[in-house]
């Protein structure tokens, strides 16, 4: 099946310049839906791991449904102001601007060995932020998956050394 055929491109979003890559038409189709969570699966089925973390809000959308047909639990990096217990942060920057992610100061202990999932891979700033986080607490990344990757905007350089793979690329 096809994939890339699920995502659609919208000119000029979130601000003039950017194109936006729309998974909605993938999540909407059960079929390539579950293919492409199968698929990625697929690529971390040998890796050990304890945990998935996704990153708010459309890595919830790929990592979650990973976890569950994995049997490992999922936690979830936020946006601020989103989680209710004790958090640590980072800010980051961004294809068009600048952000700041969370995660619960006692989701990961020291040791715990996690797999990062997010949608998009594009600059790779959040990312980076997602891993300093999950460093922070003492985490092991021991494999970062993404849905696509725009490959021309070079996020995977502040990834080196860590596993990254990408379903689709551009």
Known sequence: MDLKKFIRDIPDFPKEGIIFKDITPLLKDAEAFNEAIDRIIEQYRDTEFDYIVGIEARGFLIGAPMAIKMGKGFIPIRKPGKLP????????????????????????????????????????GTIA??????????????????????????????????????????
């Open 85 to 124: 217990a004790e958090i640590i942060s980072k800010d980051y920057d961004l294809e068009y601007g600048s952000n700041k992610i969370e995660i619960h100061r006692d989701a990961i202990s020291p040791g715990d060995k996690v797999l990062i999932i997010d949608d998009l891979l594009a600059t790779g």
């Open 129 to 170: 932020a997602a891993v300093e986080l999950v460093e922070e607490l003492g985490g092991q990344v021991t494999g970062i998956g993404f849905l696509y990757e725009l490959s021309e905007l070079n996020g995977r350089e502040l990834l080196e050394g860590h596993n990254v793979f990408s379903l689709m690329k551009e």
